[in-house]
């Protein structure tokens, strides 16, 4: 029962690996990846930290050894590690995702123009954008 289930993990992470790569390749919104992330983890039922250790086996480069250092850090410090995968997200946004980047989003939400696109097209942009950008319509 033990191989079955290293066997199934190991098909998993290729899985995800698989699909965030093809994600990269179609240069896919990180929200969309995330979103993607988070479902697969639904229909998985994983524990908090077994997301945090799925979602580290996919960093590459300045990512995995920037990882490994906030871990060291945090060791160092005696502070608790990152045990779930909201934590570890606020972590990732607070490195990775510049501080213009919500400004950004609300520009291009007050700059969206229909021009060509049909009003579906349209709609669906600007609901991507305000989702994004954590817009409420209320």
Known sequence: MIKM???????????????????????????NVKTLV???FRIHNFSEAKKVAMASLEFEGYANVWWEEVNKKRDKEDL??????????EVMHKRFVPNHH?????????Q???SYKSVEEYYKEMHMTMMSANVDER
Do not use: S
């Open 5 to 31: 289930k290293v066997v199934e993990d190991h098909l998993l992470v290729n899985n995800i690996a698989t699909t965030i790569e093809m994600l990269k390749v179609h240069n896919i919104h990180l929200n």
């Open 102 to 110: 919500k400004r950004d989003l609300f520009n291009k939400l007050t």
């Open 80 to 89: 608790e590690p990152i045990a779930t995968w909201e934590e570890m997200q």
């Open 112 to 114: 969206l123009k229909q």
């Open 38 to 40: 988070d479902k697969i």
